[in-house]
């Protein structure tokens, strides 16, 4: 009886693993989409709880030194399995340089496009719309 159980307990474990993209293989969906021209340069792995009431939306947050003269592509991919849209934001300080969401249309892009006209620590945060639960990956490339 126990070889059955833990049979079926390690079998269940595959399937998740299998069936959910919130791990590398989200990585590997959301890198296929760089063009030719770009190159791999950081991916930011992010999973958020959902908002508690009365609190702040959950916010991830990196820093990231990006170089003058540099064109960067930053591309945002989602888990299928959570609710949450990710947001993904880039700040040179506290002004907002790039996003791949829209409020005033509510629209959403998969990538957004960074010309780096100073060499500085950039904050890159990573939020999910309503402050919903969610799982995402973050790719930042380089475009020769």
Do not use: W
Request: hydrophobic share 40%; net charge positive; glycine share 8%.
């Amino acid at each position: 009886m126990k070889k059955y159980i833990l049979t079926l307990g390690i079998s269940l474990l595959t399937l998740g693993s299998v069936f959910s993209q919130c791990n590398s293989s989200l990585v590997t969906i959301c890198s296929a989409k760089l063009p030719e021209d770009a190159t791999y340069l950081k991916e930011l792995k992010v999973k958020l709880k959902p908002k508690e009431a009365g609190k702040a939306a959950p916010v991830a947050r990196y820093s990231l030194m990006l170089s003058k003269g540099n064109h960067y592509r930053f591309y945002i991919c989602n888990a299928s399995e959570f609710e949450g849209k990710a947001i993904i934001q880039l700040y040179d300080k506290d002004r907002l340089v790039g996003t791949s969401y829209f409020a005033k249309t509510g629209k959403h892009y998969p990538a957004f496009d960074f010309i780096c006209q100073k060499t500085a620590v950039y904050k890159v945060m990573v939020s999910f719309e309503g402050g919903k639960e969610g799982c995402a990956v973050g790719i930042l490339s380089l475009i020769d």
